[in-house]
Structure formats: C-alpha cells, structure tokens
C-alpha cells in the first residue's frame, strides 16, 4: 500500500482508535498483533505508520559501513515508523538523539524498539515519540551493528514485514497486515462505539448489572450470531 492511498483512507480513522480497540479487533478475528512490553518511554502523542524494519546483530556476527538507523532514515516517507528488531535486548542501546533528529527532519512518526535506547531526554524535547522495553546509557558502537534493514522482523512474538501497519500509545503496539486494514477497522470503531454506549449508559445512572445484560459485555468479541 502506498502512502498517498494509507493516508487518505487508512490513517484519519487509525489515529481516532485506542491499541486496545484495535487489539480486540484482532481477537475477533482469531488474528494476532499486538506485542507485549514496548510501550513509550516517555508521554507521547499516539504513532500511526507503515513500518521501515532493522534488523540488529552483534558486533563481529556481520560487518558494516554505515551506522545503524541512517539508511532505514534515508529510505523513509513521510509519516512511516521505525521498527527495530533487537531481541529484546536490554542492555544495548540502538536508537538515540542524532537519529531521533534526522528522523523527525524526514517526517518520520516515531521509532518502536524491541529493546533498548537512550538520549531520552532529548527525544522527549524534540518531541519525537520513542517506543522501547528499557532506556541505558551507553553506546552502540562496539557492541552491535545493523544486520539488515527493510527485511522481515519480530517485535516480540509479533513478525513485522516493510510495509506493515503499526499503531502505538500509551497502551503499547498493534501491527496489523494491510490486507486486514479494512476489517480490523470496522470492528475496531465498532467497538469503540458500543464502549462509548456503555460509558453513557452507567454515567447516566444505569446499574452496571443492567448495563452487563443489555450489551452481553462477556461476549462483545463473538460475532452477532454468537452474542445473540
């Protein structure tokens, strides 16, 4: 899908929808996508993008000339994320203030880290959205190079292919396949819909038992026929 066609029709209604709706959308679907413990690092606006994936190696597994992030950066459109694929690994930096600057330069929504970045600060002044598991000091350099970059990646149980959709808040990450985009969105706003119709409901007095009956809130994700 190409940026002008996401833009258009995808992403005004994306950004309107919590992690959550979408991740019960999902559900509904016996579909998977959201991945557990990458959440911002520090309060940030909500990221909706297509993926440019990297893909991390340590130091010696694979040579390389040019800094990990640049060409990722360089290869970016306007409004797409980063997604960085380092295992999970906690305690080695591969995202901070130099490539948060370029990136927001490029337009760029925000970076998802499947481990750890640093110059938090930084990014939080420049208000570029950053995404990880853990936040260290130190360097990259000498410690782990780029492998790849728009390749297949996995941000925790999660693949992530170029291309792909990321949603991220405060609730953490949702990757969805664009070939999914339309269903998943029309569950997803559903929903969000019948949450807000609840909401009402019990600010306006009615008892959260009537409430459980009249919207059989245990199966909201079963089909019509199943909740019926």
Request: proline letters at 4%; hydrophobic letters at 40%; glycine letters at 8%.
């Amino acid at each position: 899908m190409d940026r002008i066609s996401f833009d258009r029709n995808y992403r005004p209604r994306l950004i309107r929808l919590s992690t959550t709706n979408l991740s019960d959308a999902l559900d509904s679907l016996n579909a998977r996508g959201a991945v557990i413990g990458i959440r911002p690092v520090f309060a940030s606006r909500r990221i909706v993008g297509r993926a440019i994936t990297i893909k991390i190696a340590a130091t010696g597994a694979v040579r390389s000339s040019r800094h990990l992030g640049v060409e990722a950066i360089a290869e970016a459109e306007d409004g797409d994320i980063i997604a960085i694929d380092n295992r999970g690994d906690l305690n080695n930096n591969c995202w901070g203030e130099v490539l948060s600057c370029a990136a927001k330069v490029k337009g760029i929504q925000g970076v998802v880290v499947d481990g750890a970045v640093r110059d938090v600060d930084a990014c939080q002044d420049m208000q570029f959205p950053v995404y990880a598991r853990n936040v260290v000091p130190i360097t990259a350099r000498g410690r782990i190079v780029q492998e790849a970059f728009n390749c297949p990646i996995r941000l925790g149980n999660e693949e992530v292919r170029p291309g792909d959709i990321i949603i991220g808040d405060v609730n953490g990450i949702v990757i969805i396949r664009p070939e999914m985009l339309d269903e998943v969105i029309q569950i997803a706003e559903s929903l969000m819909s019948r949450e807000e119709s609840m909401k009402a409901d019990l600010l306006s007095g009615m008892d959260v038992l009537e409430m459980d009956r009249k919207y059989n809130y245990e199966h909201m994700l079963d089909s019509p026929r199943e909740r019926s």
